[in-house]
């Protein structure tokens, strides 16, 4: 009678995303994983042919988290932008491995900066068409003069340079988007 398999996928992955929050994506290795799934590295290597797949299934995974966290998020206004710039600083505020691993990292499985923002809920686009339904005559060129604001912001949030309440953060951003536009 064969073995019944005790360490599942699923397992491994949450086991992986813990530590990816705790230590960042660096101390995933696989001696820690087994650790911290309760288990040899022999599993580990049955699931994934290496390390590298499985940390492109943990990077969808934290792509996922950003797009919960996000969708979480109440709009508090509807000036473009500012809820998209809010939730990304705040989210590298509190979630500084994940934020690293996603939006820092060199590799980021083919997927473009755009693409991991705007996610599967089309995040920048309805942002980028509101702008343009509210009277903007280049919406995109906007985006772009916001999006290296907000990025920097996050960037210093990340870092512990960012000490801007969220009332003080959103007024930042919608003088930005005035002066910007």
């Known amino acids: 009678m064969a073995r019944k398999e005790s360490i599942t996928k699923e397992a491994l992955l949450t086991a ?3 530590i990816l929050q705790e230590e960042g994506v660096e101390q995933v290795t696989a001696r820690k994983l087994a650790a911290k799934a309760g288990c040899s590295t022999q599993p580990i290597f049955r699931i994934y042919k290496n390390m590298e797949e499985l940390t492109e299934e943990l990077f969808i995974k934290a792509c996922d988290f950003f797009q919960e966290y996000y969708e979480q998020i109440p709009r508090q206004t509807v000036t473009p932008f500012v809820h998209l710039g809010n ?8 979630h500084k491995k994940l934020f690293s691993f996603i939006f820092l990292s060199e590799n ?3 997927r473009s900066m755009y693409d991991l923002v705007n996610g599967s809920g089309g995040y920048v686009s309805r942002e980028i068409q509101t702008a343009s339904a ?3 005559s280049n919406a995109g060129e906007l985006f772009m003069k916001m999006w290296i604001f907000i990025h920097g912001a996050a960037c210093m949030s990340l870092t512990g340079d ?6 003080e953060t959103i007024r930042m951003l919608k003088d930005s988007y005035q002066a910007f536009r």
């Open 16 to 18: 992986a995303f813990m």
């Open 87 to 94: 939730v990304y600083i705040k989210f590298a505020g509190e």
């Open 108 to 110: 980021r499985f083919g």
């Open 134 to 136: 509210q009277g903007c």
């Open 162 to 167: 960012y000490d801007l309440s969220e009332e």
